[in-house]
């Protein structure tokens, strides 16, 4: 085989409370052809064209080498063809979709070396924490606790999962500096909130209880610390709960907002998040996605002018 396509999804983690543990694979996807090559090659298009490295720096291409260490396949180069639909430093796990091209398309060409506990173990200490690698690996929501370098995880059953509208701003927030706002402790009745609050969203999302949703979404361990740096947070989430939202949440690391909603719903809260950021003087747009079940996948190579 000298050639595979990969399509992987955008994901939202922490999910609210959830922090570091909670995710969800979105239906907007990156897809990478990569190859096996006497050189390396590297070419990005749409989201980061102009940004990410067109050399072995490359995300991808760094995740598709250790994919192959691990394997024991050395002294091999990749030609990777990048076309991103996911806007990078969002909150939307462009990283991690990296990450997990980069290890799927070349576990495929090798012939499937690792299996899939492997690559969610090397995406994890690849991107440092799990939350938003394995819902872009296998789909679906999904719950994940990293020790050291080990991953527990699983997919959750959500039966008719809501609609998933992401309001995201123009502007770029690198996942280390909102990562740097976090303190070193927190109190013990904050830390008590988020414990059942993480488990009252699993609960609800496994019940269909969206009524739950808007307590279950509530946080105290992160989205305090880094609503500074995202002008019109709380404004946006309250517009996208009086438009209907079941539950808003900062996405990720932020600077995007994701609001969960039912199908008659969920265009009316994008409207409100665009909107809302608008006034306070943020350019946003608003999407209305789905959730992934199936994460990344191999997939045909799309007819668009590749070559
Ligand atoms: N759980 C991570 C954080 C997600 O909040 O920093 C980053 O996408």
Redesign the pocket.
């Known amino acids: 085989m000298t050639k595979v396509c990969v399509r992987v999804p955008a ?1 939202s ?2 999910l609210g409370p959830g ?3 909670l ?1 969800v694979a979105l239906d907007l996807h990156n897809v990478v052809e990569i190859g096996l090559s006497e050189a390396p090659r590297v070419v990005v298009g749409s989201e980061g064209a102009h940004e990410l490295p067109s050399d072995r720096t490359n995300l991808v291409y760094r995740a598709a080498f250790a994919l192959a260490e691990v394997a024991g396949v050395h002294d091999v180069h990749f030609s990777l063809r990048c076309e991103n639909r996911i806007p990078l430093a969002r ?3 462009s ?2 979709a990296a990450i997990v091209a980069g290890l799927v398309g070349a576990n495929e060409l090798l012939g499937r070396p690792v299996d899939l506990e492997g690559l969610v173990q090397l995406a994890a200490q690849l991107e440092g ?1 799990p ?2 690698v394995v819902p872009a690996l296998v789909g679906g929501f999904t719950v994940a606790v990293a020790e050291g370098k080990q991953v527990w995880w699983t997919q959750i059953p959500v039966p008719d999962p809501p609609l998933v509208v992401l309001g995201i701003p123009e502007f770029a927030l690198p ?1 280390e500096e ?2 740097r706002r ?1 303190p070193d402790r927190v109190a013990f009745e904050d830390a008590v909130a988020n414990t059942g609050r993480a488990a009252l969203l699993v609960a609800a999302l496994v019940t269909r209880r969206l009524d739950l949703l808007g307590v279950a979404t509530e946080d105290r361990l ?1 989205q305090p610390y ?1 609503d500074p740096l995202v002008p019109g947070f709380a404004a946006v989430c309250r517009a996208a709960r009086e438009a209907g939202a079941a539950g808003v949440a ?5 600077p995007s907002v994701v609001a969960f909603a039912e199908a008659g719903r969920a265009g009316e809260v994008a409207q409100a998040m665009e909107r809302a950021f608008d006034a306070c003087g943020v350019r946003a747009r608003a999407i209305v996605t789905h959730v992934d079940p199936a994460g990344a996948q191999i997939v045909e190579r799309p007819n668009n002018g590749w070559r």
């Open positions: 994901t983690a922490n922090f570091d543990a995710g909150g939307l796990g990283s991690a924490h939350d938003n996942t909102a990562r976090l992160h880094r900062l996405s990720g690391a932020g």
